[in-house]
């Protein structure tokens, strides 16, 4: 059955850095998301589970993926204050300072600004990845590589670069990208100008996408120089920016969390989609394949991972499944689980709950997760 550890871990790895000290990765971890009840809830969502059953949770195989990519010291996250303790827990190699605490929920809009200014306070030169703390990759080294050579773009440009992923069936939970691929960049022809960013389409209109070649995924991950993203803000989003510019004296002072508790509420709630994406000129995807998934469903992660011969996926020491197709079961803390007769089945434990659900019902999750 399926081997999680060894596909997940294998592209990781473990000896110190060889990336550059102007190399910095941000990623958010701030989202509440139960939808993995009852693996994940309010008080510990799916960031911080370890949902493909590998002995690490989402965020520390996010962190992982950029071992060689940018040193320890160069890493930040930006969470919950709720949650600061479990990046902590979870994430022990990252200095606390790199911890930032958000006092209320902003959007991305925010989240970044504030790491932004506070990175180019230490090093005006960095260079920055952000990206989302719960999505999984398959292929890590193609996902190294694909963010080498975007921090290479970026480094001596203006540029702000996104990664597209190229879509493999028509999906109405992500927005699309709709890249100009008659004109590659001059320095890396992987890489395109935006036409435009699309919002969530329906079924019809996912079809209409994937018949084209130049629509991709939006995965939410982020390239650009620190000086790019802060003069983004000052020209398109200046009620995002200016407030943490104002308050660049007391970055890295015993003031600064304090300040910051008064300032971000003070912010609106925006993607950094809508509020430098979609604005911005100097706008290239990078068009990637390595196995990406925002995980958003129990059925997201049954179409991302392996899968027996009728099509089942089984994470727990010893699952069984006879004459049932199209299952995802997760029961790691379970001894022996068996299965049997069920089409289209999620069965899920943890901490003493059990959830045995219909794939096609799992919407109705969060009634039970929020209970």
């Known amino acids: 059955m399926f081997s999680a550890k060894k596909r997940y871990l294998s592209g990781v790895k473990s000896n110190k850095t060889m990336g550059t000290t102007d190399n910095h990765v941000v990623i958010m971890a701030g989202g509440i998301g139960s939808r993995f009840w009852p693996m994940s809830t309010k008080d510990k969502p799916k960031q911080f589970i370890d ?35 479990l990046v902590h827990e979870q994430l022990p190699e990252i200095p606390l300072d790199n911890i930032l605490r958000e006092p209320c929920r902003r959007n991305t809009a925010p989240c970044i600004a504030y790491v932004s200014w506070k990175i180019k306070m230490r090093n005006p030169q960095a260079n920055m990845v952000v990206t989302p703390s719960d999505h999984v990759v398959m292929d890590v080294k193609e996902f190294q590589r694909v963010v080498r050579l975007a921090l290479a773009f970026t480094a001596g ?27 590659a960049a001059v320095s890396n022809k992987e890489i395109f100008r935006v036409d435009s960013f699309k919002e969530k389409p329906d079924i019809e209109r996912a079809r209409e996408y994937i018949k084209m070649n130049n629509y991709f995924w939006n995965a939410g991950i982020f390239v650009w120089n620190v000086s790019t993203i802060v003069n983004a803000f000052r020209i398109y989003a200046p009620e995002v920016g200016q407030p943490f510019e104002d308050i660049q004296r007391v970055y890295y002072t015993p003031q600064e969390q304090e300040t910051v508790n008064k300032v971000f509420p003070q912010c609106p709630n925006i993607s ?21 998934s925002d995980l958003g469903t129990w059925g997201s992660l049954h179409q991302q991972l392996e899968k027996d011969l009728s099509s089942n996926v089984a994470i727990g020491p010893d699952v069984i499944l006879y004459e049932s197709r199209n299952c995802i079961v997760h029961t790691v803390g379970e001894k022996k689980v068996v299965i049997i007769g ?26 039970f997760s929020e209970g």
């Open 51 to 85: 949902v493909l059953g590998c002995g690490r949770t989402l965020i520390q195989l996010t962190a992982d993926r950029f071992k060689d990519i940018c040193p320890v010291e160069n890493v930040w996250v930006v969470t919950s204050e709720k949650y600061a303790d």
């Open 157 to 183: 440009s203006d540029a702000v670069v996104t990664l597209g992923m190229k879509p493999t069936r028509p999906e109405t939970g992500y927005g699309y990208i709709q890249a100009d691929l008659r004109n």
């Open 272 to 292: 950094v989609d809508y509020a430098i994406m979609e604005k911005a000129d100097e706008i290239f995807v990078f068009p990637a394949s390595f196995g990406w």
């Open 342 to 367: 069920l089409d289209g089945y999620i069965v899920a434990e943890e901490g003493g709950q059990l959830l045995v659900c219909k794939m096609s019902d799992e919407q109705r999750i969060k009634e």
